[in-house]
């Protein structure tokens, strides 16, 4: 078990070697989700039956239960987050076109813990605009994930995705982050995809967390539509995001939502 240490709020949990191999399953089942899913990932497919196909998939093949399901209410098992849909986006009727670029979003639990990821996927040859903003989230997935070590600053991971982001041209969402994960779906400490270097939660082995940073191709500003789930970008600009499950090691990370074999 890892020592407590006087510089980490309570709140935050260090995991146990058990926990942690929790976690690795959890993890390794979330991704084979987003696996099984994409070749049906294609036109006239709505985000109903990709939803369907992932719950019978974690239910009965994986024997795990979706998060998403009825957590606070929402009504699904998956987050489907098409184009300008920035998150929490609820699988419906929409049937996808040739150019649609969609995030989806999948958490399992797995003997009591979570397993979180996503990414995005294509249907057919997107625009231009669209293939590159997904390319800046997944480099701002990259470079944060690179970062986490033993001592790192959560303002320096912030600050690091927020600066890559806008060299490129495109905007960090601010109202949405990463979170802690473990037992529960939502930890501390929130992971902000902006920030200021030498401030925030110092990182410690043992810390378990998301990052998934939300990038829009045009202004960073967001609206939540009236079903109290879905966050839209207020230019319909394009957005993207990307996620990994992370655990800080002694000497640095480990990602826990790839499969074996697997690199960023």
């Not at 939540?224 to 993207?240: F, M, Y």
Request: proline share 7%; net charge neutral; hydrophobic share 35%.
């Amino acid at each position: 078990m890892f020592q407590k240490s006087p510089k980490r709020p309570m709140s935050i949990t260090l995991k146990t070697a058990d926990e942690i191999d929790k976690m690795r399953v959890a993890g390794r089942l979330a991704t084979e989700v987003l696996r099984m899913i994409r070749p049906h990932v294609r036109e006239g497919i709505t985000t109903d039956e990709l939803d369907r196909l992932c719950h019978d998939y974690m239910v009965n093949v994986q024997q795990a239960i979706p998060a998403p399901l009825n957590y606070r209410g929402f009504p699904k098992s998956i987050c489907t987050s098409p184009n300008h849909v920035v998150c929490h986006g609820i699988p419906g009727p929409r049937k996808l076109k040739k150019g649609d670029v969609l995030n989806i979003d999948i958490t399992v639990i797995k003997d009591g813990y979570h397993g979180d990821t996503s990414q995005m996927f294509a249907v057919g040859t997107p625009p231009l605009a669209a293939q590159r903003v997904c390319q800046v989230a997944y480099e701002c997935l990259c470079i944060g994930i690179g970062m986490v070590r033993p001592g790192q600053r959560l303002g320096d991971i912030g600050h690091a995705i927020q600066r890559h982001a806008e060299a490129q041209h495109c905007s960090v969402v601010r109202e949405y982050c990463g979170h802690g994960i473990g037992r529960n779906f939502h930890e501390d400490p929130q992971v902000l995809h902006y920030g200021t270097p030498g401030t925030g939660v110092e990182l410690e082995p043992g810390m378990t967390f998301t990052i998934e940073p939300m990038i829009n191709a045009g202004k960073r500003h967001v609206k939540l539509l009236p079903d109290g789930w879905t966050v839209v970008t207020k230019d319909h600009s394009i957005s993207a995001q990307w996620e990994h499950t992370v655990l800080v090691t002694a000497t640095g990370y480990e990602i826990l939502t790839l499969l074996p074999g697997e690199t960023l």
